[in-house]
């Protein structure tokens, strides 16, 4: 049984070896892990993940890696390192609760040098196997041309969720945004549709409707949501959102509310409610508790010093002419499930103390900690260069230390490198 074991374990490994190149056998020795993009140096990973793919992030003629596990070997070459997904799914098994030892040569000159072996740690857990996405040019001059996509995080499958050319006509074009999830529950979703048939689309439990919130007494209807966890209640904010661009700044591009509110809509009833809407507060990106006892949010204290009678254009430059001196800070509202009510908001993080921004509130899954992005100032932080996330502890108040999440980006030298 023992030689019969063994002589399976060769095969397998002979067998797994058909993905590139021999390992070299003569070469120098480095100090240290090879630099590789994505950095999956000595990362955890589930054991349902797609084939880990990298790059070897430094000049090299020819690569070639070797990633192995309990007897079982594949070995790949060329620049880009892809295992095959066969290959990739018996190296991780074999190393569940283990790890895949990899090892990275780099041909350079006629010669060959081994960097220093790392390892990628296997998790028995695992992860919801889909991640969904809209999909579209990073552009300044076209919105239409975007689908809402899936991706399965098992084997990189793709596959179109809705396509936004399919109700748009050459007179009458739409956009599609901010689909969103009742914790991860793909039977409980909803999207928005503006301009040519637009309308937020809701599917509840095989339900589908299309809803139109605005009413007087609210500036849009829902932009930015927020489902709680498990009623049937979706929180928005209601934005009248706008787009410039900077002269003399390294941002080039600013997305900016002129006003902004947030409303709550009971799907089950079809019935909007004000939440928030202070004139002079800028309030956005609401996000529930894990609990579903509390909502957070972002708000910018902001007064015009233009008067309504001149109107919105006026209004709106007076926000571009005084961008860097909004500062959104977090909040909270508490929420009691069984009566469907409100408290009054708490301030969480005073960032316009600090002279910053800050936007994005997530919580854990165990209610402890906050994380969001925060920058100069403004709202739209994915255009800011200085946007970073940073991440509170709710219980202390204790600010933790997460450079580690934040790269840094190196554009003399185009790498991708940690900061120290």
């Known amino acids: 049984m023992k030689k019969c074991l063994f002589l399976f374990v060769a095969v397998a490994a002979v067998l797994l070896s058909s993905c590139g190149p021999e390992v070299p056998k003569q070469y120098g020795q480095a100090d240290r892990a090879p630099r590789i993009y994505p950095d999956y140096v000595d990362v955890t990973v589930p054991v349902n993940i797609a084939p880990l793919t990298f790059m070897l992030d430094e000049p090299a003629d020819e690569v070639v890696a070797r990633l192995s596990a309990s007897g079982v070997e ?20 074999a190393a569940v609760e283990k790890a895949i030892q990899v090892e990275v040569y780099a041909k350079n000159g006629g010669q060959w040098m081994r ?21 579209i040019s990073p552009s300044y001059v076209t919105y239409e041309e975007l689908t809402i996509n899936q991706r399965c995080l098992e084997n990189y499958d793709e596959s179109v969720v809705y396509d ?17 999830y009742q914790m991860y529950n793909p039977q409980r979703m909803q999207f928005h549709a503006r301009q040519f048939h637009g309308g937020t689309v809701i599917a509840y439990d095989g339900a589908l409707s299309k809803v139109n919130m605005k009413n007087d007494s609210i500036l849009s209807a829902g932009v930015y949501p927020a489902w709680h966890p498990w009623l049937q209640l979706i929180v928005y904010s209601t934005n009248k959102t706008h787009q410039s661009f900077h002269v003399n700044d390294l941002n080039k591009i600013e997305v900016f509310d002129s006003e902004s509110d947030l409303i709550a809509y009971d799907v089950k009833r079809n019935e909007v ?8 507060e800028f309030e956005c990106y609401p996000a529930w508790s894990p609990d579903g006892k509390w909502l957070y ?22 926000v571009i002419s005084r961008a860097y001196d909004v500062k959104y800070n977090l909040y909270r509202k508490s929420f009691n499930p069984a009566t469907m009510a409100f408290g009054p908001r ?5 960032a316009a103390a600090v002279d910053k921004s800050a936007t994005l509130p997530r919580i854990s899954p165990d209610g402890r900690y906050l994380l969001f992005t925060m920058a100069q100032y403004g709202v739209f932080h994915i255009w800011h260069r200085d946007a970073d996330l940073h991440m509170i502890d709710l219980q202390t108040g204790e600010q933790h230390d997460v450079r580690r999440f934040n790269l840094v980006e190196q ?3 185009g790498h991708l490198q940690q900061p120290p």
Request: charged letters at 25%; aromatic letters at 10%.
């Open 74 to 93: 594949v070995v790949c070459g060329n620049h880009k390192i892809i295992p095959e997904q066969n290959e990739w799914r018996q190296l991780v098994d």
């Open 297 to 318: 949010y972002c708000s910018a204290h902001f007064v015009h010093e233009v008067p309504d009678s001149l109107g919105e254009k006026e209004r709106n430059t007076e």
């Open 115 to 135: 960097f220093k072996p790392f390892s990628i740690h296997v998790s028995s857990d695992s992860i919801d196997p889909y991640i969904s996405y809209r999909l």
């Open 346 to 350: 708490e301030l969480v993080f005073d």
């Open 411 to 413: 554009w003399q030298v």
């Open 164 to 180: 936004n050319m399919l109700c748009g006509t050459e007179e009458s074009g739409q956009c599609i945004n901010c689909h969103n």
């Open 273 to 280: 409610t004000n939440i928030e809407n202070d004139p002079d």
